[in-house]
């Protein structure tokens, strides 16, 4: 027998770390009969087929009346009542292929796990303690299979990427990025420790980040960031400084949740509004994108969230690229 097929609001509590054992089993047992076969790529014909084999499965199990489907990179309309669930899911299972492809067990450290986001886009990824790490272009992050045995929480990074930690008093959760280390208890920031350039920043959202380094004496200088602070580490020169700067706010923007209504609203007004709402430049790389219209609510959701969703109805793509992202697609006529 089939196992049931998980309802919209469990499917989004489920990436949300939200949901209890039972639920998370009850989804990972539908998600293993589905039978998506493994390969070594995820190509866009392989979204179309498994996006009307999961339209099938909710068509049968919850009677819903299939929607009219347009063909494929056009918008799908009268899909409202399923949508937001199916796009939740596609971009867990984009995720799970993602890891299958490209996570790498240590080879010197069975117990540790790396991961490096090779693909030109933002990637969510889950930590066994269930906080949330969405990796931009490039990102690299090794952390044990488990911190069930552990004091501390810790992990290594590079790269950029924004943390939204599970409070856990007990256990403090530790980011090491070279001679950086940052501590916390349980909050939401953002790191960005690239290794080709000369300063590490962490900046605060929501909660307190103890930041510390190590200096030539051997002692250690540690400074405690609140909400809209940053912190500022030279490498070359081992100095640390902290400001409430502009860039802060912008990147508290850039992660909020937000909810938008579009009512078949053309997607060059919604690439307006999403550039408003999070302070980043879209671009099209092809014109006729601009013609598609998005019929879609977004409830409480982040802007990687929104932009795969937009995936999932238009059939296009995206891509960032520096400061800005940009939508890939053949468009609607």
């Known amino acids: 027998m089939d196992p049931a097929i998980p309802s919209s609001d469990l499917l989004k509590r489920y990436l949300n770390n939200q949901c209890s054992e039972h639920e998370r089993t009850l989804v990972d047992a539908w998600y293993q009969n589905l039978k998506i ?5 995820f190509s866009a014909s392989d979204e179309e087929v498994l996006y009307e084999r999961i339209q099938l499965q909710i068509s049968d199990s919850e009677n819903y009346q299939k929607p009219k489907i347009l063909p494929f990179r056009q918008l799908w309309y009268y899909a409202a009542a399923a949508v937001v669930g199916l796009g939740i899911f596609f971009t867990y299972v984009t995720q799970q292929k993602t890891r299958k492809f490209l996570a790498e067990t240590n080879a010197i450290d069975s117990s540790l796990i790396s991961f490096r986001n090779n693909e030109k886009r933002i990637i969510r990824y889950n930590l066994p ?10 990102a690299f992050i090794t952390h044990p299979h488990s911190f069930a045995s552990k004091i501390t929480r810790e992990i290594n990074f590079q790269g950029e990427a924004f943390f939204d930690v599970t409070r856990d008093a007990r256990h403090p959760f530790i980011i090491h990025c070279g001679k950086l280390k940052t501590e916390v208890l349980g909050t939401s920031f953002n790191v960005k420790a690239n290794e080709n350039e000369s300063s590490y920043k962490v900046s605060v959202i929501t909660g307190s980040v103890a930041v510390s380094k190590q200096n030539p004496d051997h002692k250690t ?18 100095r640390m400084t902290v400001d409430v700067s502009q860039d802060n ?6 992660w909020q949740s937000v909810s938008l209504v579009f009512d078949e609203t053309p997607m060059n007004e919604v690439a307006d509004r999403l550039q408003n709402t999070f302070r980043i430049k879209i671009e099209f790389a092809n014109p006729a994108i601009k013609k598609c219209r998005l ?3 977004f409830n409480n ?5 929104i932009l795969g969703m937009i995936e999932t109805l238009l059939g296009t793509t995206y891509e960032i690229d520096g400061e800005k992202v940009v939508l890939k697609g053949e468009g609607c006529n």
């Open 37 to 41: 076969d493994s390969g070594e790529t």
């Open 129 to 138: 303690d269930h906080s949330i790490v969405w990796l931009q272009p490039g």
């Open 221 to 238: 200088e540690t400074v405690v960031l609140k909400p809209k602070q940053q912190a500022v580490f030279e490498k070359i020169t081992n």
């Open 249 to 254: 706010e912008m990147i508290d923007e850039n």
């Open 295 to 297: 019929k879609v609510d």
């Open 301 to 305: 959701q982040k802007l990687p969230e």
